[in-house]
């Protein structure tokens, strides 16, 4: 299994996604889902991807991974530091040619520059 997904523009994108981890989790070890990191744009976003865990894993209990926003980060509380959560994420460059460091996405562009996972790793969520 790839270790990185992409989901298509036209899906429900934390529907699949809250699918796509669910049904990649170990029937063994469930509690392994708390080990994870997912980053989203913002707290709005992040709220909705716990409602989709809750509505799509409603027969099982479930421990959520860390649901992390980029932005729109409150004036008290501590700044997005990802060192805290043990991060070391990154995608080929050339599929981030076209995110402008000024754009929003930059600061995810910026996180999935500094390793070395190339696209061939990628794989997609939710069908085409």
Known sequence: MAGWFTIPAHRPFLA?????VLAGL???APERLADGVILLPNRRAARALSDAFA????????LLPQI????DIEEDEPPFAPGDI????????RAWDAV?????????KRLLDRSGV???RV??????
């Open 16 to 20: 699949d996604l809250a699918r796509g």
């Open 123 to 128: 794989a997609v969520w939710g069908g085409a």
């Open 100 to 108: 402008d460091d000024q754009h929003p996405q930059g600061a995810m």
């Open 86 to 93: 043990g991060l070391d994420l990154g995608l080929d460059d």
């Open 55 to 62: 509505e799509i894993g409603a027969d099982r209990p479930l």
């Open 26 to 28: 170990d029937p063994a």
């Open 68 to 71: 992390r926003p980029l932005g």
């Open 118 to 120: 190339t696209r061939d």
